[in-house]
């Protein structure tokens, strides 16, 4: 009496094994991963194919990632990332190592997850709702695949609410991939999937590999194209028409941008009259990373940042908002030339807003030009930007830059 298990059925000993083995049978059945067979770490190219070398070390740290995770399996792994990235691989990769160690494992995109618990309700079905869910919920392993492809019903929400739910209050090991931002996700999912105690996010930065290959090197809304003569080697100190304290500080701004173009961390906000040298800066910040071996910035005027995402509402558009501004939001490096010129709406305030700020959340490298001084920007980005432990902002003294004449250039000339 008082025993926890009084009065429950216990099955005697000579049944445990076949009970277990019963439960690996279903477990195999719902996985069908005879067809992820392929899918192994050794499979797996952790380099990536033709990546810039920030992408390649954020590649091989995911697949350490989950070579460590395959080898003990405890808490929860969160892979986010693009379509192709490499998710489905090294989430597959990491059921095969435990079913080679001989672990009872349960892979199953979402989609089919839902389609397998309404399955139970057919008059035909030999399996109960409730024995399915349970093989589900209490798997010793579960893996779940592309979480928010499935229809978000009520009913789809509430299911996958109980099995999070339940897996979150008993620590079982879950490893989930997800298209989506973490913020898109259901609330009271994404509430279990932001706790740091139990789950470890790693987002996946590589593009697709089925597209490897293919020119992807450059957002189709970067117009760094347009600017690959700004560098640091053709900006013009204009040492002749400045007055001294103009010279100095415009040379303290070149020295800053320097430095943040080899190591970008935080934002960069550049300020100053139109022409006095602004864009060139960020341009060529934009431009080294490029010649050391980085990834593309992508670098884009705020007026036609705004335009593209507007574009996006059109019936005849291609590419949908989300991707749009999921495009812009987590560029590896985002250089806004021209904030404030802008037609300043509500929406548009609201856009730049979201974007800026889940930049400044995440630390993510960011350098703006603006021409209005810094107590004129919108409040809330101000307030950002004002940030002296993550943002750097430097007003730029020079006038506008007209040209010189060439008497004056051939006279630079002698001088050197």
Known sequence: MGHPDFGRAIPCRCKAAEIEERRRARLRALSNMSVLEHMTFDSFIPEGIGLPEDRRRNLRDAYETARRYAERPEGWLLFLGGYGCGKTHLAAAIANERLACGDAVLFIAVPDLLDYLRATFSPTSSVAYDERFEVIRQAPLLILDDLGAHASTPWAQEKLYQIFNYRYNTRLPTVITSNQRLEDIEIRVRSRLSDPSLVQIVTILAPDFRRAGVEQSQS?????????????????????????????????????AKAYAEDPKGWLVFTGTFGCGKTHLAAAIANRQIALGRSAPMFVVVPDLLDHLRATFSPDSLVSYDKRFEEVRNASLLILDDLGTESATPWAREKLFQLLNYRYVAQLP????????????EP??????????RCTVFAIEAPAYHGETASRKRGRSRRR
């Open 220 to 256: 189709e809304l970067s117009t760094l194209s347009l600017h690959r003569d700004q560098t640091f080697e053709t900006f013009e100190l204009r040492e002749r028409e400045l007055s001294a304290s103009e010279y100095e500080n415009l040379k303290r701004a070149v020295a800053l």
């Open 366 to 377: 960011t350098v703006i030009t603006t021409s209005d001084p810094i107590d004129q920007v």
């Open 380 to 389: 809330r980005l101000r307030t950002r930007m004002l940030d002296a432990s």
